[in-house]
């Protein structure tokens, strides 16, 4: 049984359908041990011949033979592995991958044996030891010459330890001394127990082997032994083969990507910029949340819920959106039974006189039972009116409400003095204080004032309230709740003075935590006395919600509006993809040579595609990190908050991103490279 049989071969190519048959029933048979020479006049087919003992060529009749077993040449896999097993080839052209370095080439075909990394390192330097490159290892094959280039090819055709050499035109570029120095490499290999084909026009190469086979016009015309074959030695195992593990073609782009880096450096610009810009309106979302919540916070307590007594109007008018019943549990709180005059305050619109004229009060009981209930840890009752006159010395300032202080407001609000106690008051900072004095504002506190305004008595009347009070802070609230506030006892003690109402218009519930404001709120306006609602209730965090909602929406829609830049930084990787493959035809065509399959392939470029998104990610992290400190820097004199705030979510959205539009991009242009027909990858400029 010979080691290699050809039966019958025969193979046309075809254009259109008329086809042109190039080999005509070719029968040979081949040992280990020959050193064979194919020799024949250009376009005889000895090429053809060659790309259908190596497995490269799989459309033509009839069979190969490796050790009396038909190779499926059909079975793309079984071809793969033949050729990983098997063959190792060497062409006239040396076909050296140029982004690799010497030991790289040689490496690439060893990374799909079974030895360790190590005995891989050692064996490439010994085939490169032994073709006399030792001191070359690290050059590129640009840096060599073309006798060194073919002596690299051997180095790699022999690395993976196959049986059978196909040399193809080996010394077709070179000089006779590098020539005769190839042709006795090749004897040696021979010698070592291997097949050597070699492909040639010169009858001087074909006089170095141990046979000559002389092809024309597709059919054998001769069969000349030179010489006896080299003896084998059964005995000498093979170096086992593996598939191409995952992260050698990962390795590969790697390496491809550093050789290249200048090429792909604008594409890893360009897509990180669209992600940056994506990361620093996120950054910016989450900083003005921030912002708007500490903000808020800083003016009203959080952890508390205002109570208004639910009417007819907040029936009719209120029964809809919730913003509408906030807005009318406000205008409750600030009016005043007994008609103060219902104009706006703190932002809200005047309600109509008839619904003021509605506004319930809160009974002790009613305080007591909101303070009960679960959740809660105080309930205050609290009275507002509305358009107060503050005398200062000679001059009479309008105050737009007149408030009790009440759990919801903040003493940081307190600019200057402290909070309202007997008989004293605190005043807005900017509607008074200011206008009082811009510079001194501060001598504010301490001084006597006059606090007047209209309401109306029990019996019907309208009477003016008048009081002198000491002025005990300056507040600063934008929020206009605590504006101007007197204490729960003052501001009834005021009333009584004319007979007007003296129990409160809203109630301040506290709440244990932050985390309950919702259950309390809700709670609350379920509460029923006679199967009628009684209450209803808000809560600055359910605004605060609504705020970071809003804000939310915003910032999704600029981040989407930057990211439609990432659908140019897709298609820029999707051009770049497809402009290496096709200047990389040539390299398919060696790795499918080598062994490896249509999946190594699409690895190969996919892991390319892949690094350029995480670089781009990293470079858009670093980016925004360092741009957006620097905005903080500027932004930061005009709100005293960093409102760039990139979290370690966003840097993970970031990658993600990077990755699925790199994993998009590589979709098509690696199908395309592992659908490439060796032959053809091969032949390629
Ligand atoms: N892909 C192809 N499509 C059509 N015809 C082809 C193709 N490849 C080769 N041929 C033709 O097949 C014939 C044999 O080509 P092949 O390359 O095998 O010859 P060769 O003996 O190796 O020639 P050379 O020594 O010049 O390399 C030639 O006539 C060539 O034009």
New binding site residues.
């Given amino acids: 049984m010979s080691y290699l049989a050809l039966k019958d071969i025969h193979k046309s ?1 075809y ?1 259109g359908k008329e086809a ?1 048959p ?1 080999l005509n029933g070719i029968d040979l048979t081949f040992e280990r041990g020959e050193f064979v020479a194919i020799l ?10 060659m790309n259908i003992i190596g497995g490269l060529d799989r459309q033509f009749e009839r069979q190969v033979l490796l050790q009396g077993q038909a190779i499926d040449h059909h079975q793309e896999k079984q071809m793969d592995r033949y050729r990983r097993e098997t063959i190792g080839y060497i062409y006239q052209s040396y076909n050296l991958i140029s982004h690799l370095s010497v030991l790289d080439n040689v490496l690439i075909s060893l990374d799909m044996t079974k030895l360790s990394r190590s005995q891989r390192e050692q064996r490439a330097h010994e085939l490169l030891a032994q073709v006399g490159l030792s001191d070359q290892v690290k050059k590129y094959p640009n840096q060599l010459s073309g006798g060194q280039k073919q002596r690299v090819a051997i180095a790699r055709a022999l690395a993976s330890d196959p049986k059978i050499i196909i040399a193809d ?1 080996p010394t077709g570029a070179l000089d006779s001394q590098n020539t005769a120095e190839v042709l006795q490499l090749l004897d040696q290999i021979a010698a070592e127990g291997r097949l050597v084909i070699c ?1 040639t ?1 010169s009858q001087a190469v074909a006089d170095a082997g141990t046979r000559i086979v002389r ?1 024309a016009d597709g059919k054998i015309t001769s069969d000349e032994r030179l010489k006896s074959a080299y003896p084998v030695d059964e005995q000498n195992p093979q170096i086992a083969a593996r598939k191409l593990p995952w992260y050698v073609p990962l390795n590969t782009a790697f390496k491809h990507l550093k050789y290249t880096w200048s090429w792909n450096l604008l594409i890893i610009i360009g897509t990180a910029i669209g992600l940056f810009a994506v990361m620093l309106f996120n950054g910016l979302g989450n900083g003005l949340k921030g912002y708007i919540n500490q903000e808020i916070n800083n003016m009203v307590n959080p952890q508390v819920v205002t109570v208004a007594r639910y009417t007819k109007t907040s029936q009719t008018k209120g029964s809809g959106s919730q913003s509408s019943q906030r807005a009318q549990a406000q205008q409750q709180a600030q009016a005043q039974q007994g008609g103060a005059s219902p104009s706006a305050a703190g932002g809200v619109t005047t309600t109509a006189a008839t619904s003021t004229s509605k506004v319930k009060t809160f009974s002790t009981a009613q305080i007591k039972r909101l303070s009960q209930l679960n959740h809660v840890t105080s309930a205050q009752g609290g009275l507002t009116a509305s358009n107060a006159t503050i005398k200062i010395g000679k001059k009479d300032y309008t105050a737009s409400s007149l408030t009790t202080w009440s759990a919801n407001d903040r003493k940081s609000t307190i600019k200057a003095g402290h909070q309202a106690g007997k008989n004293e008051i605190v005043l807005d900072k900017s509607s008074i204080a200011k206008k009082w004095s811009s510079k001194n504002w501060r001598q504010l506190v301490g001084k006597k004032v006059t606090v007047s305004y209209q309401t109306t008595n029990k019996a019907g009347k309208t009477v003016t309230v008048k009081r002198r009070l000491t002025v005990a802070g300056i507040t600063n609230s934008s929020t206009g709740s605590g504006a101007n506030a007197v204490t729960y006892a003052t501001m009834q003690s005021m009333q009584a003075s004319k007979q007007a109402n003296t129990k409160a218009t809203s109630v301040t519930v506290k709440v244990d935590s932050r985390q309950h404001n919702d259950a309390v709120t809700k709670q609350i306006n379920k509460l029923k006395t006679n199967g009628k609602r009684q209450f209803m209730a808000t809560s600055i965090a359910s605004m605060l919600s609504t705020v970071n909602t809003y804000v939310n929406l915003a910032t999704t829609v600029l981040a989407a509006i930057a990211g439609i830049s990432l659908l140019v930084s897709a298609l820029m990787i999707i051009v770049t993809m497809f402009m290496s493959v096709s200047a990389r035809k040539k390299e398919i065509g060696i790795l499918r040579a080598l062994g490896e399959s249509r999946g190594d392939i699409r690895r190969l470029f996919t892991s390319e595609s892949l690094i350029i998104g995480v670089v781009s990610a990293a470079l858009a992290t670093g980016l925004a990190y360092g741009i957006g400190a620097g905005l903080n820097q500027v932004l930061y004199k005009i709100a005293s908050y960093n409102l760039i705030q990139i979290q370690v979510g966003n840097i993970v959205s970031t990658f993600v991103i990077a990755l699925a539009i790199a994993l998009l991009a590589a979709i098509l242009p690696a199908w395309r490279a592992a659908r490439l027909n060796p ?2 990858a091969l032949a390629a400029d």
């Fill in positions: 190519y254009l042109f190039v024949g006049e250009s376009g005889g087919g000895k090429s053809t011949l035109e492909v026009h092809l032959i053809d």
